[in-house]
């Protein structure tokens, strides 16, 4: 576990993958950061119907590993039913990604990667 | 005597208007939303007044979506009314959109000042704002570029000239911007209806100069406000404020002065509808932001959509006059507001607030 | 028995089972203690969650699913009241600000800071959260209209975060947990199934090569102390042999020659077979 703990000090961020009102509620409460220029990344993602699910992908791969700078990733648990493989073989502990509902798609315990696990942990 | 030619040629549109108004869902209609379970219930509730326009709406339908086609018809039936309007009436009507395009234009800025591809945005763009010419906007890659397309191609290029320029879009921040072409459109309006020929001396002139003013006021008032911890500086407010209206220049002068919620309270004291809505809310007793709520649950901004419904609402007893059209586009869109909020209250099952909507018939 | 778990390449020595039993001791006190510290892993984290959780206003049944759970459907309201905040926006405003607010942000006001627990020695992160006061991106936003709704909209959002950060730090909090305890598990069966298996063979091994050494050495001894007397034997037979034909020389001697060489040792021949016995 050692080796966990030295990587997360400077991850001060939060990140969301989700719909247009999930995203804007998360941005007005302020967890929204571009990061300076030249290559200007923002730590959110808007999906909607058009969006692709290898979109949704890359940018789930560019949180978790790529970015050093993110403690927590938010999803909206309808996006991240649409690239569940990926959800569910994710599992290291930084960062944090945690499911969340959306307005019209209310929260599923049973879809829930973690609480799976957690489940299957306590042999539930 | 103003009604004497009038209606040889607004009168076929003041008919139609008065005919889409009777449209409006009235408080009944409202009863039997606030019973609806689910957004289905509201879909079939509202078959009579909105028809074909929900029909292609896939069952159960997001709010957004409903919104979406509601407005679609308001569109189209706007549409209609200025095909057949004509001269001054017709100039009116589209008096009506440019409030629309400012909020286009800036949406469009927005874009570009952060180099998104501006493309995308057009169908974000209302369509009632929405100008032959404003894919042309898109054209521009850089805020100059932008700058001088607006100018050449929009009819807002009156409300730029003056006050704004191509670095100002660059450095102000965009809300300022937008708030800056609404104060000069709002301007420009109010001297249209008080001076032009056809409607100096009409209700038109005693209508619309009514509402504009409390529209100014109602601005004036919400960006003291809403400004109030944020950079925006006092010198920089107070060329936001409307140069017209009932607290102008008084309570203007006194509003640019405001730190405090008393001190706004107090600027409008002069007039004795404001004042009554401070009352209401509570803020004269220094309570905050927090106590926005009230007593029975009404915000400032629910007050002011009240009165601007109510004033709507007594234009129809007004005749020979195109202000009918703008005052039925509030209606109408103070109803699509009711039914979107009504029908997220449903899907969102918070039923206990449903109420929180504005009916006037 | 021996089969699958197999021994340890030693020398069956006395010292080698002597380091063979202290080696069961020391595998037999430690799966003991790390069986305990799995249980106490668990209760312990279940403790600091409970006391975390209570926090978050969830403190109801003492299972850590149905907390877990409990945090999660919490979240789901605390969402849905977030996301209504923010139905009254679009209300107030009259419209969508989706995209400017995505457009306008560009420093986080709300972060978080990495802290971390111990619990019985293993590193626990802990997210807690904190704004940057100084960073406002959206101060203006619905200026003109819909700005008193935009800003309780933000900070409701702000306080459901709040309550997601705490979940999210619950959560990782769980998967390094798992993690360990699963360690400790692989550990303890290790001990268990392997290691105490396989000092207890190569103790029995020694114990026996052990035996099988004495029983040799005492084979060997008697083997020794058979041949010893067998000689023993022999010698004396060959004695006895010996005076018997002295005798009859003796006897041969009195009647030819009897006084010869007897005469000057009869005393020295008695000392000599003294000597002899």
Known sequence: ?124 | MEGLFFNVNSGYIEGIVRGYRNSLLNGQHYSNLTQCETIDDVKLQLAPAYGDFLGALPPNPSTSALAGKMTDKLVAEFRYLLAQATGSTARFLEYLTYGYMIDNVALLITGTLHERDTRELLERCHPLGWFETLPVLCVATNIEELYNSVLVETPLAGFFKDSLSHQDLDELNIEIVRNTLYKNYLEDFYKFVTTHPDFKGTPTQEVMAEILEFEADRRAINITLNSFGTELSKPERRKLYPEFGKLYPEGSLMLSRADDIEAVSLAVSISADYKAFFDAVGLTQGGGLGGMGGSDGKSLEDLFYQKEMEMSKLVFTRQFTPAIVYAWMRLKEQEIRNVTWISECIAQNQKERIGNFISVF | MSGAVGREAVFPTRQSLGLMKSKLKGAETGHSLLKRKNVSEVRISTFTYRRRLRSTGINRTPEITRRIDEAKQKMGRVMQVAAFSLAEVSYAVGGDIGYQVQESAKQARFRVRANQDNVSGVLLPHFESYTEESINDFGLTGLGKGGQQVQRCRETYARAVETLVELASLQTAFVILDEVIKVVNRRVNAIEHVIIPRTENTIKYINSELDELDREEFYRLKKVSGKKQRDVAAADAEIEAAREREAQKQLGAATETPDGPEAPDVLGEQEDNDVIF
């Open chain 1, 1 to 124: 576990m050692a080796a966990g703990t030295v990587a997360y000090k400077d991850r001060q961020f939060l990140a969301v993958i989700g719909d247009e009102d999930s995203v804007t509620g998360l941005l007005l409460a302020g967890i929204g950061h571009v990061t300076g220029p030249p290559d200007a990344q923002r730590n959110f993602l808007v999906v909607d119907a058009k969006t692709e699910n290898s979109t949704i992908e890359k940018a789930f791969q560019n949180f978790t590993q790529e970015r050093n700078d993110i403690a927590v990733l938010l999803i909206n648990q309808h996006v991240a039913e649409r690239i569940r493989h990926v959800v569910d073989s994710y599992s290291e502990a930084f960062p944090a990604v945690l499911e969340i509902p959306s307005k019209d798609h209310p929260y599923d315990p049973e879809k829930d990667s973690v609480l799976k696990r957690v489940r299957r942990l306590f042999g539930e």
